[in-house]
């Protein structure tokens, strides 16, 4: 449950950067707030930061809500004892940072320039990743009940 | 209700005010730099020129960074007219401001790279906002961007900001822009060659102005040898 509470709560984080980001692209708020470096509008502004027709950082924000979504729905009572959650999660976080590491292939060997905001989304879809991976090889908590010994009726 | 969910409401609320907070702050172009002066005062400065001062010819440019054409010109044609012109001493190339008030961030650009100048870095700036063109496709401030190419070309941010939030050659580039004016510049580009204004029914290329110097080198009247 822990770990669910864990890439929830990352999730969150990261829903916000990947919003910023993508509010920015939109061109909302002026220059993006990327500290001295400036790295993060040449970033934004190279023909990297559109995939397949959106914003990068959109993909973040779908990306990010979906395993938002995911990890409140799975820590409802009822689902706390499934394992599928944990796998689900496992692989979004899977692929979450398969794309980040794609992007910051392009950000240091083709663009040649760091977002700060990119870096701490790295961090996040990470951390997201290795907390997601562990509770995967936890134990798994079982209660099929197809398999469950039946109730006996406690002789009278 | 459950802890876990009090902390994550509380963390939603305090990032949404961060990114509100962050998107509103805006920042942006200083209107010095991005604006027309109020007065125009002409500094001497005739603009940034390319090859040697013995050229036969000499090309004036007027240019809008913010005009494409300006940029598929400077990408496209002038390294061969560099390569085959410039550099062979035939033709020297000088580059004058011409904003359009049609582009919201063209005095801008000029700004920086007026700025970039400053510091003997004007061509590696002017190649920048060029070669990254896409800025002037968005229809975003600039500001930040400017600030990495103008890294990127080897000026130190430090006095590029100082140069910049004062506006120092504000009325540089209107001067300039004014003289465009007087010459009946009525687009960008607009070409002169040794002050003649160059009327062209397309873009022109690099042979275009291989003819134009081959023709002012061919009727240029030939020193008398002396006896």
Same mark, same amino acid.
């Given at each position: 449950m822990r770990s669910r509470q864990a890439i929830a709560l990352l999730a969150l984080v990261g829903l916000f950067v990947a919003l910023y980001l993508w509010l920015h692209a939109l061109g909302f708020g002026g220059p993006i707030k990327c500290g001295a470096s400036g790295g993060c509008e040449t970033v934004q502004t190279s023909q990297w930061a559109v995939f397949l027709g959106f914003p990068v950082a959109l993909y973040g924000v779908v990306g990010y809500l979906a395993v938002l979504i995911v990890a409140l729905v799975s820590l409802r009572p009822a689902a706390l004892v499934e394992r599928k959650w944990n796998v689900m999660l496992g692989v979004l976080a899977t692929a979450g940072v398969v794309f980040t590491a794609y992007l910051t292939y392009l950000e240091l060997f083709v663009i040649h320039a760091i977002c700060r905001w990119c870096v701490g989304s790295a961090v996040i879809i990470t951390s997201m990743w290795i907390v997601s991976i562990l509770s995967l090889r936890s134990p798994a908590i079982h209660t099929d009940r197809a398999v469950s010994p039946p109730p006996r009726d406690l002789p009278a | 209700?459950?802890?876990?969910?009090?902390?994550?409401?509380?963390?939603?609320?305090?990032?949404?005010?961060? /990114?509100?907070?962050?998107?509103?702050?805006?920042?942006?172009?200083?209107?010095?730099?991005?604006?027309?002066?109020?007065? /125009?005062?002409?500094?001497?400065?005739?603009?940034?020129?390319?090859?040697? &001062?013995?050229?036969?010819?000499? /090309?004036? %440019?007027?240019?809008?960074? %913010?005009?494409?054409?300006?940029?598929? *010109?400077? @990408?496209?044609?002038?390294?061969?007219?560099? %390569?085959?012109?410039?550099?062979?001493?035939? /033709?020297?190339?000088?580059?004058?401001?011409?904003?359009?008030?049609?582009?919201?961030?063209?005095? *801008?650009?000029?700004?920086?790279?007026?700025?970039?100048?400053?510091? &003997?870095?004007?061509? %590696?700036?002017?190649?920048?906002?060029?070669?990254?063109?896409?800025?002037?496709? @968005? &229809?975003?401030?600039?500001?930040?961007?400017?600030?990495?190419?103008?890294?990127?070309?080897?000026?130190?941010?430090?006095?590029?900001?100082?140069?910049?939030?004062?506006?120092?050659?504000?009325?540089?580039?209107?001067?300039?822009?004014?003289?465009?004016?007087?010459?009946?510049?009525?687009?960008?580009?607009?070409? *002169?060659?040794?002050?003649?204004?160059?009327?062209?029914?397309?873009?022109?290329?690099?042979?275009?102005?291989?003819?134009?110097?081959?023709?002012?080198?061919?009727h240029a009247p030939t020193p008398k040898p002396r006896h």
């Open positions: - | 209700m459950n802890r876990f969910y009090v902390v994550l409401t509380v963390l939603a609320v305090v990032l949404g005010i961060t /990114v509100f907070t962050l998107l509103r702050a805006g920042g942006g172009a200083p209107p010095a730099a991005a604006g027309p002066p109020p007065t /125009v005062r002409d500094d001497g400065f005739r603009g940034y020129s390319l090859g040697q &001062g013995s050229a036969p010819v000499e /090309v004036t %440019e007027y240019l809008d960074f %913010e005009c494409p054409v300006c940029a598929t *010109f400077a @990408t496209i044609q002038m390294p061969t007219i560099k %390569e085959q012109l410039i550099n062979t001493g035939r /033709v020297r190339w000088k580059f004058r401001d011409y904003p359009l008030p049609i582009h919201k961030y063209s005095r *801008f650009a000029a700004h920086a790279a007026q700025c970039a100048g400053a510091q &003997g870095r004007y061509f %590696e700036m002017q190649d920048q906002l060029f070669a990254h063109h896409q800025w002037a496709q @968005t &229809g975003k401030d600039p500001s930040s961007l400017f600030r990495s190419l103008a890294q990127a070309a080897g000026v130190d941010l430090n006095a590029y900001d100082v140069c910049m939030q004062a506006g120092r050659y504000a009325q540089r580039i209107e001067y300039s822009r004014q003289e465009g004016d007087s010459l009946r510049v009525d687009g960008t580009p607009t070409f *002169f060659a040794n002050g003649k204004k160059l009327a062209f029914r397309r873009l022109p290329g690099s042979d275009d102005f291989k003819a134009i110097a081959d023709s002012i080198i061919a």
